[in-house]
């Protein structure tokens, strides 16, 4: 009998409240048809979004994080273990105080990560910040149209 197991990977979604992540999680799985889990108070994620899709044979674990500073400690159990993260950034507001902790806390242990600079439809343009190292894949998106996510979620899975 083969007592190997598959490899899992787990994929976090972090950033600010309101930056996007509710609904890059949506549209990464909606667009394949899968359902999300989310718990939600007055439409702010306030413990975890939960999906899951296999993608080129492998499942493909999904979790998105509530952006708001008294939600640390679910941040926290949900990066335990992860493969790799997505931030991501609302281009119209720039890098915020939450998402310099993440990225630091990101860069620290050495996570693989890419960023989305999230809303492009309201503010587009770049993303700089002297907390993003340099060879992090920014990827320009607009999550309530699905410009960028499915192809920035294919750059991450290439460096986890």
């Known amino acids: 009998m083969d007592m190997t197991r598959k490899k899992v990977t787990k994929i976090v979604i972090?950033?600010?409240?309101?930056?996007g992540k509710t609904t890059v999680i949506e549209t990464l799985l909606n667009r394949r048809e899968e359902k999300v889990t989310k718990i939600e108070c007055n439409g702010t994620t306030v413990s975890l979004d939960y999906g899951n899709t296999v993608i080129n044979g492998e499942k493909v674990h999904i979790?998105?994080?509530p952006g708001q500073e008294r939600f640390k400690f679910m941040r926290e159990i949900l990066t335990t273990n992860l493969s790799g993260a997505i931030v991501v950034v609302d281009?119209?507001?720039g890098v915020t105080d939450m998402d310099i902790r993440i990225l630091e806390t990101l860069n620290g242990g050495n996570i693989p990560y890419v960023v989305f600079v999230n809303k492009q439809d309201i503010a587009p343009g770049?993303?700089?910040?002297?907390?993003i190292k340099p060879n992090i894949p920014l990827i320009p998106t607009t999550a309530t149209t699905g410009k960028g996510i499915q192809e920035g979620l294919e750059v991450l899975l290439k460096l986890v």
Do not use: R
């Not at 972090?14 to 930056?19: C, K, P, R």
């Not at 770049?126 to 907390?131: A, F, M, N």
């Open 14 to 19: 972090l950033g600010s409240a309101d930056s």
């Open 63 to 65: 979790f998105g994080t």
């Open 91 to 93: 281009n119209s507001v």
């Open 126 to 131: 770049d993303l700089e910040s002297e907390y």
